[in-house]
């Protein structure tokens, strides 16, 4: 069987939302500047502006020098200083920098890996309604990591963060619909949760759902749609989907394979409002 699921969700930036309700005047155009600088690629500005608000205290300024530790940016990477300017901001209830203190617990990155670490920040952030942590303390669930493994458990969480629209725990709801776990096995449920997140762009329900048509899952098996998702997962960076495509196109007329590939431009280029017959 050709589906994927995605693994942990990556570290996002911090971003500018909280801004004005937790910064003076003052501090808020030195975050600004500094946003301003991030936001075209000048890590150096951005660092400046950032360092000094982080040493002050400020929760977000701390997260943010975490995620540019993180990633190397304006810095030499350095994931211990990634922990400390995230832990400094978790400990001031930051949920996004909860949920980044866990990731690098899960991965093992500036500090020793640790799952039942990395549970307790997953679930400090999930309490306060982030979604990726949501959807990473079910992973954690579903795999065994530092819990029990527990399908129902790992149910709930995907559900909570897929109904706010996370497309990753969407995904992963649409597969345990799909092998019945911790829910029982419903074909329709899951296509419902593939289309949710494959027409958000999420290139691994697109993919889940171009094997739903290669295999007749729920749907009337069709080459062509089949062709034509796996197309779409191909170009948004899904590196196993051009593979089944190709697999696909060996099955088809060249007739056919023209209207796969017209069909995905149109998908893509309509803003995944017309995809299909």
């Given amino acids: ?44 500005t951005a660092l400046q502006e950032w360092t000094p608000l982080a040493e002050a205290g400020d929760a977000i300024a701390q997260g943010n020098l975490g995620v540019m530790y993180e990633r190397g940016q304006g810095v030499p990477q350095d994931y211990k200083e990634a922990v ?14 909860q949920g980044n203190l866990g990731l690098m617990y899960e991965r093992g990155q500036g500090v020793p890996q640790d799952y039942k670490e990395a549970m307790k920040w997953f679930r ?3 309490d306060q309604g982030n979604t ?23 149910v709930k969480w995907f559900r909570l963060a897929a109904d706010q629209g ?22 329709k449920e899951a296509i419902k949760w593939y289309r949710l997140a494959a027409y958000e762009g999420n290139s ?15 749907v009337l ?14 170009a948004n960076g899904n590196e196993k989907a051009g593979g089944y495509r190709d697999e696909r196109a060996g099955l ?26």
């Fill in 1 to 44: 069987m050709k589906h994927l699921t995605k693994p942990i969700r990556a570290i996002h930036f911090l971003v500018l939302a909280f801004l004005m309700t937790l910064f003076s005047s003052v501090m808020a155009q030195d975050f600004q500047r500094g946003f301003a600088a991030y936001s075209t690629g000048d890590y150096a």
């Fill in 166 to 187: 996370n497309t990753d725990a969407q995904t992963h709801l649409a597969s345990s619909y799909r092998k019945g776990e911790g829910v029982p096995q419903d074909i």
């Fill in 221 to 234: 098996q069709d080459n062509t749609m089949a062709h034509m998702w796996y197309n779409i997962a191909s």
């Fill in 132 to 154: 990726d942590a949501q959807y990473n303390y079910g992973l954690m669930y579903k795999n065994g990591q530092g819990v029990p493994q527990d399908y129902k458990e790992a």
């Fill in 204 to 218: 691994y329900a697109q993919n889940n759902l171009g094997a739903m048509y290669e295999y007749g899952h729920g």
């Fill in 252 to 277: 088809m007329t060249n007739a056919d394979i023209s209207k796969a590939q017209s069909m995905a431009r149109e998908c893509i280029n309509s803003g995944y409002t017309k995809c299909g017959y």
């Fill in 84 to 97: 400390k300017w995230f832990r400094l901001a978790a400990d001031q209830g930051g949920a996004i920098a």
């Fill in 124 to 126: 400090l952030a999930a």
